[in-house]
């Protein structure tokens, strides 16, 4: 049993190293023409790259010729944003002066015109001042009387309540009396009997 288990182990492993080498030789080949092709991609590239480095350096040349022309053109506009930047000073300078007169005859005529205000709103509020007063005092004396008003009826009417009350009291009073003493009588007349039929 072992020597056939060898055989086959034996034969397994041949079979497995020739496998081997024909994956190799395969992977082999494979990786060469993968090398080939990466070469050629270079080469393309390398093609690229220096065809991209012409033209890059064709624009370069564009863009400093470009960049001269706009430097020149620039200096011109700054000229000119000097020149309309001093004539707007000498404007402004103007308008100031103009506006600090407006300004000064403004807040005068403003403080005059508040310190008017002011003395209308004084008047305005002791004249409302005066009539709340008189309103207040008014409301009050009203609501005084009224108050001693509903005072006297509820007094009254209190009073003629207690009055039929009391009366009513007293007859029900003296009906309660009534009751008792027949409950009284009627407790011993039962005490009676049961002492009766006790005995």
Do not use: C, N, P
């Not at 080939?36 to 863009?63: C, E, N, R």
């Not at 400093?64 to 506009?77: C, E, F, R, T, Y």
């Not at 506006?99 to 000064?104: E, K, Q, R, T, W």
């Amino acid at each position: 049993m072992d020597l056939e288990l060898k055989q086959f182990l034996e034969a397994m492993e041949g079979r497995l190293g020739s496998r081997i080498d024909a994956v190799e030789v395969g992977l082999s080949t494979k990786i060469d023409a993968v090398d080939a092709k990466i070469d050629a991609v270079d080469a393309k590239v390398d093609a690229v790259a220096s065809g991209l480095s012409a033209k890059i350096d064709a624009v370069d040349a564009k863009v400093d010729v470009v960049a001269s022309g706009l430097s020149a053109k620039i200096d011109a506009v700054d000229a000119k944003v000097d020149a309309v930047a001093s004539g707007l000073s000498a404007k402004i300078d103007a308008v100031d002066a103009k506006v600090d007169a407006v300004a000064s005859g403004l807040e005068s005529r403003l403080l005059a015109e508040i310190r008017a205000s002011e003395v209308r709103g004084r008047e305005y509020i002791e004249a409302v001042e005066a009539s709340l007063r008189d309103h207040i005092e008014s409301v009050a004396a009203a609501a005084k009387q009224h108050t001693e008003d509903v005072e006297t009826r509820l007094l009254t009417e209190f009073w003629k309540w207690a009055k039929t009350a009391d009366a009513r009291y007293r007859q029900d009073h003296a009906a309660v009396l009534a009751i008792d003493m027949r409950l009284e009588l009627i407790e011993d007349r039962l005490s009676d009997l049961e002492r009766g039929k006790a005995a």
